[in-house]
């Protein structure tokens, strides 16, 4: 697995400080985080966007390997949880 994990380096493609942060793994897939002002807070938004059809051994890999039934639902549970961690150290870190 390690040799697969070093191909897949992420390369950053947007870093807007307190905007936008963006990057891409390989040429499939490209993840954004936004920040918005919202009142006196910050709203974080977090996609995906498949850049082109997923391989046939990823998709292999994922099923088989990984357990991946539904891949959309699995980056969407991902997401809630970065998202949820983000909010937590924020919070975290306002409260220190």
Same mark, same amino acid.
């Given at each position: 697995m390690?040799?697969?994990?070093?191909?897949?380096?992420?390369v950053v493609v947007v870093a807007?400080?307190?905007?936008e942060f963006a990057?891409? /793994?390989?040429?499939? /897939?490209?993840w954004t985080c936004?920040?918005?002002v919202d009142g006196m807070g910050t709203k974080l938004s977090e996609s995906f966007e498949m850049?082109?059809?997923?391989?046939?051994?990823?998709?292999? /890999?994922?099923?088989w390997l990984m357990r991946v039934d539904d891949r959309?639902?699995?980056?969407?549970?991902?997401m809630t949880e970065?998202?949820?961690?983000v909010k937590r150290a924020a919070e975290a870190e306002s409260t220190a």
């Open positions: 390690g040799s697969w994990a070093g191909r897949l380096k992420p807007d400080a307190g905007r990057f891409e /793994v390989g040429p499939d /897939v490209r936004r920040f918005d850049l082109r059809d997923i391989r046939w051994y990823y998709a292999f /890999v994922e099923r959309k639902a699995d980056l969407e549970r991902a970065t998202i949820g961690r």
